[in-house]
């Protein structure tokens, strides 16, 4: 939201074509991300779980999508109430080619490239509940979180809400994004429970490649996703698009480090983890710091992340694809470092506390605070209530057998050895095919 | 000496070595395989593709055992394996005419034996 602020462009409310060109761009970037996602938890999962796990970040795209064009982006853009929007855009009225005030991009786009964050934060939450939850309900899930949770934070830190006006910077959204999505997920896995196996049998990873591919492609898009996030081609844009590639290469050579002591060896899932804690350590911050203190952050971020990555598995809660280490506490960090070492020279808006402006980290203080305590309770009290209306886990049947077969009717991995081609006849009976 | 033969589901496989492990069953070999027993066909939709699943996923766990850990074997195997469904598999035994263990030349119940150290 920084360059709002700019003098700028401040004048300007006709469109740059520079500027919509490569917002379009992101918008695409940023979509992408929630495939890569799909597959980074694909590959992280057990193989008979690998397409529910895939099918629900897909679904994300199309539920978030349309709540997102509905309400969504009414209640997260229109109007400057302190802790939530109206009902203006509903139904995407009123949103046209006629940039917002203080962007230079058609109205349309600025909604598509919010779109793509709320469909990635609410995929970003199924990596709690994966391998149990029933996919039914993790859609009326999805539905009502991409409103009352992601809607409600991406107020407060981009539309106008109470954070955001009360002076908070998040560039990208560690807000709504990251501990929106981390936080989240803690309450997620707590009320949907445990896998039935959790603690008792070793449950690895059955596609390492698949988790490097993901986190690649999400590093790719995050260049949409952190470059866009100025609206603009403008400094902003430029200083965040290359953070995104200093962060992360910095929290990957403090994960081989960490790996190499506590291992002997550089792990490729932690690599993969790396990345991903990278880029969500930087969202926040991507415009706002200078790309010497985004190395720092790299460096110095990824410790609380590994930490968490490391004990959490030996807690008794099974978030069991670590939303709250990867998004949470990266995006706690990230909005805490900024009120360290943002430099107005940099972002031409403000200092933090080691460039003399102690109110600034107040400000982050204030967000990091807000933010995890509103997804944690909103999300707990929500899937209490749909848990209340229908069952939320899998049955111990359809979780031993895998959920791709139980939900999906598919597998991952079919060989079709043994399976015989069946055609439904005109009275809809179904007529087993000779298989010769 | 005997061959145990059981197959099992594959999601009860963990179960299944914990049960073999507290018998003290020592020297267990297991592979992927497909099969047919009573249990009912699985219907799967590739597009416009419609298929039964003829044959479904299972465990081949095989025990070569002294006559004294037979029983012990397939109790381990029955209370591992068993989820009271249809398809929770079999177990076979079948003499078993010689066993030589390959590092030492040791035959018949020597080879079958744990070694301990």
Redesign the interface.
């Known amino acids: 939201m920084s360059v709002l602020d700019l003098p700028l462009i401040a004048q300007a409310s006709q469109v740059d074509t520079g500027d919509t060109a490569w917002m379009l761009v992101s918008t695409a970037l940023v979509l992408l991300m929630t495939i890569g996602l799909g597959l980074f938890y694909a590959g992280l999962v057990r193989s008979?779980n690998t397409l529910n796990t895939f099918m629900m970040c897909v679904a994300a795209i199309a539920i978030a999508m349309v709540t997102w064009a509905l309400v969504g982006y009414s209640l997260a853009f229109d109007g400057d109430g302190a802790l939530i929007g109206g009902l203006d855009y509903f139904a995407m009225q009123g949103v046209d080619f006629i940039p917002r005030e203080g962007t230079t991009i058609p109205h349309l786009v600025f909604f598509a490239f919010q779109a793509t964050f709320c469909i990635i934060t609410t995929a970003l939450v199924s990596g709690a509940v994966v391998e149990r939850m029933r996919f039914g309900a993790f859609l009326v899930f999805a539905t009502l979180w991409s409103i009352l949770v992601y809607a409600v934070l991406a107020h407060w830190a981009f539309g106008g809400g109470w954070l955001i006006s009360g002076g908070t910077l998040d560039f990208a959204g560690g807000v709504p994004v990251e501990m929106g999505s981390g936080f989240s997920a803690l309450a997620a896995a707590l009320v949907v429970g445990a896998r039935k196996?959790y603690g008792r049998?070793a449950l690895l990873p059955h596609n390492a490649v698949y988790v490097l591919l993901g986190a690649g492609l999400l590093w790719f898009g995050w260049f949409g996703f952190n470059g866009g996030s100025g609206f603009s081609t403008g400094d902003a844009s430029v200083l965040a698009f290359v953070n995104t590639l200093l962060t992360p290469a910095c929290a990957l050579i403090t994960w081989f480090v960490l790996d190499l002591i506590r291992g002997r060896k550089v792990t490729a899932i932690g690599a993969a983890t790396a990345i991903i804690v990278g880029c969500v350590l930087i969202t926040p911050a991507g415009g706002y710091i200078s790309p010497g203190w985004a190395m720092v952050l790299g460096f110095v971020g990824a410790l609380p992340c590994y930490a968490m990555i490391v004990w959490r598995p030996r807690t008794r809660v099974d978030e069991t694809l670590d939303v709250l280490a990867a998004h949470g506490v990266a995006g706690f960090t990230g909005i805490l470092f900024i009120g360290l070492v943002a430099q107005a020279n940099w972002n031409g808006i403000a200092d933090g506390l080691f460039y003399g402006n102690a109110a600034q980290f107040g400000d982050q203080v204030l967000a990091a605070l807000a933010a995890p305590a509103y997804a944690f309770i909103a999300t707990y009290v929500l899937l209490r209530v749909i848990g209340a209306v229908m069952p939320l886990r899998a049955t111990e049947?359809d979780e031993?057998?895998?959920m791709d077969?139980a939900y999906h009717?598919?597998?991952a991995y079919?060989t079709?050895?043994?399976?015989?081609?069946?055609?439904?006849d005109a009275d809809g009976e179904?007529l087993?095919a000779d298989p010769g | 000496m005997k061959l145990v033969i059981g197959i099992v589901?594959p999601?009860?496989a963990?179960d299944v070595l914990e049960a073999l492990y507290r018998a003290e069953v020592r020297g267990v070999s297991m592979s992927r395989v497909?099969g047919?027993g009573g249990e009912l066909?699985?219907?799967?939709?590739?597009r416009g593709?419609?298929?039964?699943?003829?044959?479904s996923e299972k465990v081949r766990f095989e025990v070569a055992v002294s006559d004294s850990f037979v029983q012990p074997t397939v109790d381990a195997l029955c209370e591992g394996a068993r989820?009271g469904?249809v398809g929770d598999g079999k177990i076979f035994v079948v003499p078993l005419e010689q066993a030589v263990r390959i590092r030492t030349g040791e035959s018949a119940e020597a080879a079958v034996t744990p070694v301990v150290k």
């Open positions: 008979k196996d049998q049947h031993a057998i895998g077969v009717g598919e597998e079919a079709g050895e043994g399976a015989i081609l069946v055609a439904p179904v087993v | 589901r999601e009860k963990n497909q047919h066909d699985r219907v799967e939709t590739y593709t419609t298929v039964k699943m003829g044959l989820t469904e």
